[in-house]
């Protein structure tokens, strides 16, 4: 198990068969409250699924424990219009993400999927934010043009 972030710990398995082989990956919340944080994770990731953000897809959750697909890319792996896409969406939504970027990962295929759905997220708001726009012109400042034209 590793430390994968503020709220979690995490690890991978592979398993195989005679026709695939599939890796899974397992998050253990260690929060005060495990179990709120689970609510709050769930709810925050199906408001995310409902407005056409692309999530992981989670096999299984209960006790503070999810198990997901692993994704093994990036959201370098992306397509840049998919990412300003995802935090138009999430500031849209008002959303106080913070470096909400590093929270997509990427299967084979470079289709992204968010994966934490944890405090860093923030919680929805009826008022649109620009949290996320502004983290992506500070992590791509040559793209500047490119994310305000999409915003617009």
């Known amino acids: 198990w590793t430390r994968t ?3 979690t710990y995490s690890t991978s398995f592979e398993f195989s068969t005679d026709k695939q082989t599939k890796q899974i990956f397992i998050k253990a919340i260690v929060t005060p409250s495990p179990e709120k944080s689970l609510l709050d994770w769930t709810r925050r990731r199906e408001i995310l699924m409902r407005n056409g953000i692309a ?3 989670w096999y299984h959750h209960s006790d503070a424990t999810i198990i997901e697909d692993f994704y093994p890319n990036t959201s370098n792996a992306v397509d840049f219009e998919k990412i300003i896409s ?3 969406k999430l500031d849209r939504l008002g959303f106080t993400s913070l470096k909400f970027s590093d929270d997509i990962r990427a299967d084979k295929n470079g289709n992204p999927f968010f994966i934490d759905f944890g405090f860093d997220l923030g919680e929805p708001s009826d008022n649109s934010k620009t949290s996320a726009k502004e983290y992506l012109i500070f992590q791509y400042p040559d793209r500047q043009n490119e994310i305000s ?3 617009e």
Request: hydrophobic letters at 25%.
């Open 86 to 88: 995802i935090g138009h």
């Open 5 to 7: 972030g503020g709220e």
């Open 149 to 151: 034209k999409f915003y």
């Open 55 to 57: 999530v992981s897809h």
